[in-house]
């Protein structure tokens, strides 16, 4: 039964979300924003179960003195720093001027832009090592990179100025991105959508059973 | 003394004289400004009476659904214009089975729809607008009493249904088959032909192996396709004795990922060497999660990391770290996005449907083997339907043919159905 219940009500939700897109009519209409409000619920519960293991993982960091353990200090003071000063602020937590709201916007913000910025970085180094010539694929992904970046600057369109209008390297740049590049993603997506078909039907069935816990 | 009369006359000093004739030139003035104020008053006054009416008012049931929704379309008034306009708003009144109006909404200027999503099937509805002006409005024609109507099917998707139909069709044809043991031909997919030889590494060489499973919940079919591979990874693990981290974004997926591995340890015989802590919860924010990640990747330093699931703006951050310690990384994700950033950092790349097909060539099992065939079918009908397309689109695009035409249009029906 451990089993069997789990494959049952992924059986049911899964054919209730396939049946609900088809049939507008009542009660069909109302079961996906259902099922979605009960995995909200679920959610929300797990939670906590969520906080108790990152701050069971980051006490034990620190009782046993592991290597980094004062980052592990960190978590837990930022966890109970955020946590009470939302809760103290009530409902209007997140209100313009309330302390949740200048803790977010003047510790949060700024950290999550600064590991966002590091993209900047890491594209650099990545387009290095994948724009190399080693061979025919990788230069052939080189030279539309190359004129891609080329065309999407001004200095691109000013080394061709001599050409005629259309054959300019911003009109090749656009060229390559409507046309080779939407192609070549539309065919990952198709594989993508069937793909999806596909697992969605082995779970539904049954057969994909490792998210219950292997097989 | 007789005083003459002249001797008698007041004089009147230059600068009183001044005074006073300032004084009535500004009585003058103050008098002629409100007479001429007065007809300005009346102009406007007669304007603003004068708003028009919204018109070309029309309700109709919404098409497909449960009966609740109607819509309503009209033509803006003439006097709702952006310079020198007069209208202020409108307000959308309904009348039930002829009843009272009802106010159901006040909309801005330039509305010309409006969704009534209270309607019941049993009653009778009729709508009218009135446009706003500053001291005046204006009330359209009511529309004709009419009902909702509730559908059993969305006709719209018939197409989409026909076409999921027939893949579904295939996939279970291919299952069925498969179970009557006929063998199926799966090509290789290099980067799940790779997971024992980048387990076997990080053990070699005594480092753990890294695996996040992107940062979406279980209700993403990706990230359900990311734990199937972890249950072949956390079982190699088991196998070898590795050790594994798994640091995840979503509460959710830490208890369904240590229901996994749970299993591959017991499945391994080694129950005893399975620990709740090789799968922490982090945060559900996505680069807090980013840099907890990346912090463990240069503390640890992982000798296998495994990138599958569902991935954004964080995929070439994680990849990235993992290429600078040297990590061998086995990278999927069915986001077309992230997968060139994955292909430029990673040694090997699931795109797209080789994730989901993971779990079925991982597993050897002949059900889920045929399950890919039956995907092979739709791809075969999606590739005739592409050509099709393509031929068509060309020849009515250079010889404008009318039987041609007709094909395009019908081929736009089937797959821009929604």
């Known amino acids: 039964m451990r089993r069997e219940i789990p494959l049952l009500i992924t059986a049911i939700a899964g054919v209730v979300f396939v049946v609900q897109y088809f049939i507008p009519h009542s009660p069909f209409n109302h079961l996906d924003g259902w099922f979605s409000d009960w995995f909200s619920i679920v959610q929300a519960c797990a939670i906590v179960l969520g906080s108790l293991n990152l701050l069971m993982i980051s006490s034990q960091k620190i009782a046993r003195k592991k290597e980094g353990w004062g980052y592990a200090v960190v978590i837990i003071v930022s966890f109970f720093l955020i946590t009470i000063i939302g809760f103290a602020g009530g409902e209007e937590f997140r209100d313009v001027g309330t302390g949740f709201d200048w803790l977010y916007n003047y510790t949060y913000v700024p950290l999550s832009s600064t590991m966002y910025a590091i993209l900047a970085f890491f594209v650099a180094s990545a387009s290095y090592r994948a724009f190399r010539a080693r061979n025919a694929e990788a230069t052939l992904l080189l030279l539309a990179a190359f004129f891609v970046m080329l065309g999407r600057v001004p200095i691109g369109d000013l080394l061709t100025m001599w050409m005629p209008e259309g054959f300019r390297m911003s009109n090749l740049a656009t060229w390559i991105m409507d046309f080779p590049q939407t192609a070549g993603q539309r065919a990952i997506m198709i594989g993508i959508a069937l793909g999806l078909v596909s697992t969605s039907l082995r779970v539904i069935l049954g057969i994909e059973r490792s998210h219950l816990g292997g097989e | ?418």
């Open chain 2, 1 to 418: 003394m007789i005083v003459e009369p002249q001797q008698a006359r007041v004089v009147i000093p230059g600068t009183v004289r001044f005074l006073l004739l300032a004084f009535l030139a500004v009585v003058v003035s103050i008098t002629s400004t409100a007479t001429a104020s007065e007809p300005n008053a009346d102009s406007t006054l007669l304007e603003t009476q004068q708003v028009e009416p919204v018109t070309s008012l029309v309700a109709q049931d919404f098409k497909y659904d449960n009966g609740e929704r109607i819509e309503l379309f009209w033509v803006p008034s003439v006097d709702d214009r952006l310079v020198d306009g007069l209208v202020t708003g409108y307000e959308v009144y309904r009348t039930v089975n002829e009843g009272d109006p009802q106010r159901l909404a006040i909309l801005p200027p330039g509305a010309n729809t409006f969704r009534d999503e209270a309607a019941e099937i049993d009653s009778v509805y009729s709508y009218y607008i009135t446009t706003l002006a500053e001291e005046t409005s204006a009330k359209s024609v009511a529309t004709e009493p009419m009902t909702s109507e509730r559908e059993w099917l969305n006709r719209d998707r018939g197409y989409l249904f026909l076409i999921a139909f027939v893949i579904a069709a295939a996939v279970i044809f291919f299952v069925e088959t498969a179970k009557r043991g006929k063998k199926l031909f799966i090509r290789k997919i290099a980067g799940l032909e790779a997971i024992d030889d980048a387990v076997g590494r990080a053990t070699e060489m005594g480092r753990p192996v890294l695996f996040v499973p992107g940062i979406h919940d279980m209700d993403d079919v990706q990230t359900l396709a990311a734990l199937t591979i972890l249950g072949r990874v956390s079982r190699t693990i088991a196998d070898y004795d590795s050790k594994i981290f798994m640091p995840v974004s979503r509460s959710l997926v830490m208890t369904a990922a240590r229901e996994t591995i749970k299993s591959s340890y017991m499945a391994a015989g080694r129950p005893d060497a399975y620990n709740d802590d090789m799968v922490n919860y982090v945060t559900d924010e996505q680069f807090g999660y980013v840099a907890s990640v990346d912090g463990l990747i240069v503390r640890e330093k992982p000798a296998t990391i495994f990138l599958l699931g569902a991935f954004f703006a964080e995929s070439l951050i994680l990849a990235e770290t993992g290429n600078s310690v040297g990590a061998i990384q086995i990278a999927g994700t069915a986001r077309p996005a992230q997968l060139p950033f994955f292909i430029a950092a990673c040694d090997f790349t699931l795109i797209g449907e080789e994730l989901f097909a993971a779990s079925a060539y991982l597993s050897d099992e002949p059900k889920q083997l045929g399950s890919l065939k039956g995907q092979d079918v739709g791809k075969g009908i999606a590739m005739f339907f592409v050509i099709a397309g393509t031929v068509a689109a060309t020849i009515s695009y250079a010889w404008d043919i009318g039987p041609v035409n007709d094909v395009l249009d019908w081929l736009n029906q089937v797959f821009s159905s929604n």
